[in-house]
C-alpha cells in the first residue's frame, strides 16, 4: 500500500491469466487458443490495410464490426455491443447492470475474473455451489438476486447447461439482469442469443478470441436489448470512447465473412477433443463432459498439481487451480492432433501413468 | 433509466468525441489527429505480420512496448504503465487514485473527459478557474485536495505551463497524486518526465495519437514511480488483462524507433501552426499562444458557434465548445499546410470576414 493509492486498490486481489511463456518447443494447452489460424481473409486486412489511415482515430461505434454481428447473429445494430475482448464487455456489464443493492449470483466455481470484477467496483457475491456432477445448477438460484452471471459452457468445467434451464430461469427471474458468458458456446453450447428477443433482461457475450482464432486482436461483444446495450455504451463511452482499433475492427468483419472456416476449424477442435477423451480415459483419467474447446480431467490416482508439473518440465503446458474442490483437475486446452498426440504421449511417460492398466471404460 | 441498470448509470453524462463523419472531401480540423501518416516501420509492422500468431493472446505485460518507451524516456520499464490509449490510461488512474475522501483539483476548462471519470466513479471534484489569459494557475490550486489533474499543454486552450511551475507544486503538494496529462507534449511543451525520479507522487501520461499519427491504434502510455505504476496494474488486471492487441504492441515499437520521422513531422506541424496563428490574426482572429497541435481562437467580432457552422457548410471541420467562458473560440487542428490554406480562404468567404481589415498585428 502506498499513500497515493485509492485506500480501494491495496485489497484487490487481480486476475492472473494463463502464462504467455516466450519458450521453444513448448506445446501450449494452459489459455485455450484456437491451434488454427484466423480466417484468411484477417492476412488479407492485415496485408492490405493503408497504414496512412491510423493517423485517424478509429469509428467510436465500430459500425462495420456491429453491422457484421448483427447480421451473423440474427439481431438488430441496437442489440450488439463490442469492446476490447469479451473481458472488456464483462467489465462494463458490472458496472453497469451489477452495482445493485442486492448480491449479484454467480456458481461458485466459474470463470475466476467474475469475482475480481465484483472487487474492482464493490459488489457482493453470492456463490452458489455445482452439483455433484461439477455442474452448474440454476434451479437452485435464489429469486433474491442484483443480478446473475454464468458461464455457459462453464469454465473451468467444460461442461454446458441446456438452453431450456436457462429459458426457466429467465422465465422466473424477471427484475434483474441475467448475464451469460458464451466465450466457449461455439464448441458445443447453445447459444441463449436465440431467446434475447423474448427476455429484456438477457444479456449474452462472446469472444473471437477462441473459436475465431483471434485472441491477439482483443474483440468481444454482448447482445442483448437495446436498452440493455445503452447501459453499456454510456459506461463504454465514460471510460474510453474507442476501444477497439481499426485494424481489429476490419480483422473482426473478415473473420464473420468466412463461415465456412469457422465451421471447419470448430469442427476439427470438436473431432479432436472427442479423441483425446478417449486417450485419457484410457490412461486412467476421468473427464467431464466437454462443450468447449478444452477438457477438464482428473486422474483416478494422482494429484493435479503434480501432474501439471510433471507435463510442464517435458514442455507441455496445462493449466491448474489450487482451489481445493477441483484441485486434482487439469484444464487441458484442444491443440491439434499432433500436440494432443505429444500430450499423450508425455503422460504415458510418467512411471505412475504408464503402469496402470489400460481400459476402454 | 431501465429497472436492469445500477442506479448511477441514468446520471452519466458520457464524453462526446469529436465528429468522425463518413463525407468526402471534407477537411477534418476537429479531432486533433496529425495531418502525417505514422513512421514508415508502422506500415512494415502491418505487411509483414504473420496473421497466424494472432491465434495466440497477446502479451499481457505489453513488454517490448514498455522496453521501448523506458528507452526513450530513460526510465526503467518497471515505471512504465500502457493502455488502450491514453483515455484507459486516465480512466485507470482515477479509479487507482482519485477514490479519496477529499475532493480532485482540476482546471475548469481543461480536457472534458476528467468530469466523466469523475463521475462514473463517484469522485468529487474542485474547478479552479483559468486566469484572465486562460492559463492554469497552479499557484492558486488548495492544499487540502484528494489529488490534482490538468493537461500541460491545456486542451482546448493549447497553452503550457513552464515546468518550473509544475516542479513548485510538487514541492508543496506532498501528501497526493499529482497528474500531469501531456497529450500534446511534443507538440512544444516540457515533459514533467523529468521529474518522475524526484517525486513519488507524479505521473505523466502521454499518447501515440497525435505526434505519432496512431490514434487509429489506440496506445497510451504513463511513467512515474513503480509504486504509481503497480496501482494502475493492479486495476488494470482486474479490468483486462490484454488491453493492448499484439498489432498495436509492434507498431508501437516501430513508431518509437524512427525518431528521425517523428521529429520531422512535429517540426512541420509546429511551422504550420505559426503560419497559420498569422493568417489567423490578419482575419481579424485573436489566437492564444499554442504549444499543441491546434490553435484556439476567437474572432474580434463574430461568435464561435457561427463560424463554426459556417466553415461546416464548406466542408471544413473544426471544434466548438458551448460552455459560455470559452464560446467564442474555435479550436482548430493544424492539419497541413495545404488543409489549413483552405481554412482560411473558407473563412475568407465569410461575408463579415472579407470586409474587415487587414492587420498584420
Known amino acids: 500500500m502506498n499513500k497515493f493509492w485509492s485506500p480501494q486498490i491495496a485489497d484487490l486481489v487481480p486476475y492472473t491469466p494463463g502464462e504467455q511463456p516466450k519458450i521453444a518447443d513448448l506445446t501450449k494447452l494452459n489459455t485455450n487458443e484456437s491451434p488454427y489460424p484466423p480466417a484468411p481473409g484477417v492476412e488479407h486486412v492485415l496485408q492490405s490495410f493503408d497504414s496512412a489511415r491510423l493517423r485517424l482515430y478509429p469509428d467510436p461505434e465500430a459500425s462495420d464490426l456491429k ?82 452471471i454464468f458461464a455457459n459452457p462453464n469454465a473451468p468445467t467444460g461442461k454446458a447447461v441446456p438452453l431450456y434451464q436457462i429459458e426457466a430461469l429467465l422465465e422466473r427471474n424477471t427484475e434483474s439482469l441475467v448475464l451469460v458468458d458464451e466465450a466457449y458456446v461455439d464448441f458445443g453450447g447453445d447459444s441463449a442469443i436465440a431467446l434475447v428477443d423474448k427476455y429484456p433482461n438477457l444479456l449474452v457475450t462472446q469472444t473471437f478470441s477462441k473459436s475465431r482464432s483471434l485472441a491477439g486482436l482483443r474483440i468481444g461483444f454482448g447482445i442483448g436489448h437495446p436498452d440493455l446495450i445503452e447501459a ?27 463461415k465456412e472456416y469457422f465451421d471447419a476449424c470448430t469442427a476439427k477442435i470438436i473431432a479432436t477433443r472427442e479423441q483425446t477423451v478417449t486417450q485419457l480415459q484410457e490412461l486412467g483419467f476421468t473427464v467431464l463432459p ?72
Open 67 to 148: 453491422q457484421a454481428l448483427a447480421s451473423t447473429y440474427g439481431v438488430d445494430t441496437k442489440q450488439v455491443f463490442v469492446g476490447n475482448g469479451s473481458d472488456e464487455v464483462l467489465a462494463h456489464a458490472f458496472m453497469a447492470f451489477f452495482r445493485q443493492s442486492k448480491p449479484v449470483v454467480k456458481p461458485a466455481i466459474t470463470y475466476s475474473f467474475y469475482e475480481v470484477y465484483a472487487d474492482l467496483y464493490g459488489i457482493d457475491l453470492i456463490n452458489m455451489p455445482l452439483n455433484s456432477e461439477f455442474g452448474i445448477d440454476l434451479g437452485a438460484f435464489p429469486a433474491e438476486n442484483g443480478g446473475i
Open 232 to 258: 453499456l455504451e454510456r459506461v463504454k463511452n465514460s471510460f474510453n470512447s474507442y476501444p477497439l482499433d481499426m485494424v481489429a475492427i476490419q480483422a473482426g468483419v473478415a473473420s464473420l465473412a468466412d
Open 290 to 361: 466437454s462443450a468447449t474447446n478444452f477438457v477438464f480431467a482428473q486422474h483416478r490416482y494422482l494429484e493435479g498439481g503434480e501432474l501439471m508439473g510433471f507435463l510442464r518440465t517435458k514442455g507441455v503446458l496445462v493449466r491448474h487451480f489450487s482451489r481445493p474442490e477441483i484441485a486434482n483437475f487439469l484444464r487441458i486446452t484442444i491443440g491439434t492432433g499432433e500436440e494432443m498426440q505429444r500430450l499423450i504421449d508425455t503422460l504415458k511417460q510418467h512411471p505412475d501413468i504408464i503402469s496402470l492398466p489400460v481400459s476402454a471404460e
